[in-house]
């Protein structure tokens, strides 16, 4: 379980609860909560940490605020503000806080998995690998939900030859109360095949895109459902790319071999980071300069997932009829090599290398 406290009695009572509890604990500062927030159990927080996090992270279930003493109207504030279930003085509900992490936690139904994919610098082929990936695990077969979360692309419905599909796009999906039906939405949407699903932005400047609470909504529903979830995501920080980053077991950064490609890379690389160090690296050619893939992942300091020729027909795919990779193609071979790292790693998001 994951532990945000700093008061030396209070640790010292959850060290000992968790002994007799039979639970393991992951002490962290608040600064580094935020990989573990959402992957944890439950989680156990002082008053100091409680209003730290308020503000800075979701609202989850299984939150226990831990007082030093009977709480108070302070403390019950910012427990409803962090949306605790809980509120226990300790050493007086000690036997309670047995009771609370004795409880095992009811499984969804199913767990897919979210993969993000990101730009190091503009023309980096993000979204081109991303519906690639998603293509390529409705192919496996895999029940696939592809996500255009950057409302200043194109549109992952046009890059697949899908726009006069009839279906949903984001500007007209409305979230009542921070929940979707998967079932409803996956009916809802446009297909490329029998597996694969596309919400895409709208070609319009004005709502084109999605808003962060739908996207948590929209992501939550698909990997509830146990889809694998791919999201094409904006390089530009705000809202929507916050949400992914926190939501993402993993992030691939999709980087061309040039040195100032790199360099634009690791502004990038680094910002992501600080939010989900789950991150795994695709180099795409052509390397004018002789770069090879291994070099930019020694510079980027990232696990090498993949490293892709140059797609020589990808242009004239894209104008006539939309994306279609090849299964030995560089970018199908790319697209296998971010499934196959997905489906080797464990769901714990502490992925990284």
Known sequence: MLVLIDNPALLHSIRRVAAAADRALNEVDVADARHLWGSAPI???????????????????????????????DEWRIATAVGAEHVLAVPEDESALVAVLGEQPQRPEADGTVVAVVGGCGGAGASTLAAATALTAASRPQSTLLLDTDSWGSGLDVLLGIEDVPGLRWSGLSIEGGRISSGALRDALPARGERLRVLACSRTGHGAGPTAAAVRAVTEAGRHTGDLVVCDVSRFPGPVTETVLELADLMVLVVPATVRACIAAGKVSQWITERNPNQGLVVRGPAPGGLRGADVAEVLGLPLIASMRAERALTGMLEHGGLRPGRRSPLGVA???VLDTVGSRPRSREWAA
Do not use: K, Q, S, T
């Open 43 to 73: 989680v156990v927080l002082d008053v100091r940490a409680a209003a730290a996090c308020r503000n800075r992270l979701p609202r989850r279930r299984r939150v226990v605020l831990l007082c030093d003493g009977p709480p108070g109207i």
């Open 335 to 337: 697209a296998e090599a």
